[in-house]
């Protein structure tokens, strides 16, 4: 479908048929030393490799379209949310030019954070998504990715209607960290699953566990993300599950 945004178009030839309407987005960073290499990577029709992303977004706020909407664009690799497993069958996925960890990773431009967010809200016009939908990369492959980050403003695209956002007192009791055992690790990996983690609830908080709180501090914490589920990261989660309504 065709967005109402300027755009460049940058057609890709990596993409496919979707079997239904998108209902989430994905939000990823290019984690490339230039936008340019980025955009060529995700065009390029190599076999073997091809990628490619609905829309790619320079730091200066230039928006390229490479796959229609109504296509299936493959930006996701292996993931999972809410139960679904074809995450590029059912999401639009959004790079964001930024080098990542691995190549300087640093703060995401104002101009290029005004366009995601009026990607968002174009996008949003046409498909009905859920802020709780709205997720990042490192939200749906946990154990392989960590982008787009801990410096991505999360908070700022909810304020402006994208997403969701909570700043709850922390609550009491002691860190759950890898290695621990019992009912509060239970309850604390049933609630991740409810929110959309592949985090199956066994009272035991082992390295997956650990990922999968590491992403959700990357989203939602933002001030550490080394999978230890403080009094801070519990309270987010809890209350992002009331906000939410999982």
């Avoid at 460049?8 to 290019?30: C, E, G, Q, W």
């Avoid at 790619?56 to 993931?79: I, N, P, Q, S, T």
């Avoid at 939602?220 to 403080?230: E, I, P």
């Amino acid at each position: 479908m065709e967005p109402t945004l300027d755009t460049i178009d940058a057609p890709s030839p990596n993409f496919d048929a979707r079997t239904a309407p998108p209902d989430m987005i994905v939000l990823h960073y290019t984690g490339m030393t230039t936008g340019e290499a980025a955009l060529a990577r995700l065009c390029d029709p190599t076999p073997g490799g091809r990628v490619s992303a609905h829309y790619l977004v320079e730091e200066d706020g230039r928006l390229f379209r490479l796959v229609d909407e109504a296509r299936r664009a493959w930006h996701a690799g292996v993931a999972s949310w809410k139960g679904e497993r074809d995450i590029n069958g059912r999401s639009i996925g959004v790079e964001i030019v930024n080098p990542g960890h691995e190549f300087g990773y640093r703060d995401f431009p104002e101009p290029q954070v005004a366009a995601v967010i009026a990607l968002l809200t174009d996008i949003r016009s046409r498909w009905t998504i859920a802020d709780g939908d709205i997720v990042g990369h490192s939200d749906v492959a946990p154990a392989r990715k960590q982008d787009p980050g801990e410096r991505f403003p999360w908070k700022q695209l909810a304020q402006a209607g994208h997403g969701l956002w909570v700043e709850p007192p922390p609550a009491p009791g002691a860190p759950l960290a890898e290695g621990a055992e019992g009912a509060a690790v239970f309850a604390f990996q049933a609630g991740l699953t409810r929110l959309g983690y592949d985090c199956p609830p066994s009272g035991r908080f082992d390295t997956t566990t650990r990922e999968v709180v590491s992403a959700f501090q990357r989203h939602w914490v933002q001030s550490r993300f080394d999978g230890v589920a403080d009094g801070l990261t519990r309270a987010r989660l809890i209350a992002l599950l009331r906000l939410s309504g999982a």
